[in-house]
Structure formats: structure tokens, C-alpha cells
């Protein structure tokens, strides 16, 4: 188990490592009692499920690192898959704080992040990701967001984020996003 102090916060944190689905290993990292129920979870490790599968092979990604940010465990899961499925190392979080975390201790190549979650949002997470130190503070991030019409493009754009994606997102178009971020297009 390890402990340690939240960004800007002084009740500390925990995490754990446990034995994942489909082989794989998770590590829960919960805010403490006094936080109540928000977490973030990173898993390692290779695991084969049914997923979305791509139309075409893209191992390009193969070797990359990416962090996937949502609030919904079943898009986080999509995604978090779909990326799997092509190579990627992915390490997901349920909420901007936690995510802001796993960015400096993981170093992601990539980060795909929804725009609207309680607490902080993705703006939120993309302006802290641009104050961090170099090389931390160009990691390209991406925009998901179910809702297109009150989060644009362009508002996405001019904030940090170098793509937007609508839900809901095809895989095809997250893995060339990513690739495309990750100069691997």
C-alpha cells in the first residue's frame, strides 16, 4: 500500500494493487474516508475481453502510453480496451485530480480526457497539464465529450486540448486521434 498526499490537499491518499479482470493488475488509489467515494484506477498488464474492434490493424500505438479520463466506467472501459486491443499501455482515472496525478507519476505519451466530470472538469485538467514543467506540460490531450453543441470544438481547441471527439466516439477515429497526437500518423 502506498500513502501520499493529494495535489493541494492534505488528507492523504492510498492505493492498492490488485489482481485485475482477465489477468491483468489494477491499482486503486482512493482519497481517503474523508473524501468519500471518488477514485482512479491504473491498470497494467495485458488482458484479452471483448472489445470494440478496429476495421483495420493499427499497432502503431505500440509502445505508447496513454491516460484515459472519465467519469463513466463504460466509456472508460471502451476506450480503455480499444486502445489495448492495438498496443497501448493505458492507465485510466475516474476523475481530473486523480488524472493530474497519474500524469506526473506515469508520464503518459497521450491523454484522452472527457470535458464534463463532477469536481473538475477537463478544462480544469488541460490548463493544470500546460502549467506543469516541460516536457509534462506538451503531452497532447485529447477532448471526449457527449455533449458536442455546449462544449465545441473550437472552445476545446483554444483551451489546450489538440482534438475534440464527440460521443460517441468509433474506435477507429479514437486510435487515428491518438496516433495522429502521438506524431504516429
Excluded: N
Excluded at 83 to 91: H, K, Q, R, S, Y
Excluded at 140 to 160: C, F, I, K, Q
Aim: glycine share 10%; hydrophobic share 40%.
Amino acid at each position: 500500500m502506498i500513502v501520499a498526499r493529494p495535489p493541494g490537499g492534505a488528507r492523504a491518499a492510498r492505493s492498492d494493487t490488485l489482481p485485475g479482470r482477465h489477468g491483468g493488475r489494477r491499482r486503486i488509489v482512493g482519497a481517503g474516508a474523508a473524501e468519500g467515494p471518488a477514485r482512479e484506477e491504473a491498470r497494467g498488464g495485458h488482458r484479452e475481453s471483448p472489445a470494440p474492434r478496429p476495421s483495420r490493424p493499427l499497432r502503431r500505438l505500440a509502445g505508447l502510453t496513454v491516460l484515459v479520463v472519465d467519469d463513466d466506467p463504460g466509456s472508460l472501459d471502451y476506450f480503455e480496451m480499444a486502445l489495448m486491443m492495438v498496443g497501448a499501455t493505458v492507465a485510466t482515472a475516474t476523475t481530473a485530480e486523480a488524472a493530474l496525478g497519474l500524469v506526473r507519476e506515469r508520464r503518459p505519451d497521450v491523454v484522452v480526457s472527457d470535458i464534463a466530470m463532477p469536481g473538475h472538469d477537463g478544462y480544469w485538467l488541460v490548463a493544470q497539464i500546460r502549467r506543469l514543467p516541460e516536457p509534462l506540460c506538451r503531452v497532447p490531450v485529447l477532448a471526449t465529450t457527449a455533449y458536442g453543441r455546449s462544449h465545441p470544438r473550437e472552445r476545446a481547441l483554444e483551451t489546450g486540448f489538440v482534438d475534440h471527439l464527440p460521443k460517441p466516439v468509433e474506435p477507429d477515429q479514437l486510435l487515428d486521434a491518438v496516433a495522429r497526437a502521438a506524431g504516429r500518423a
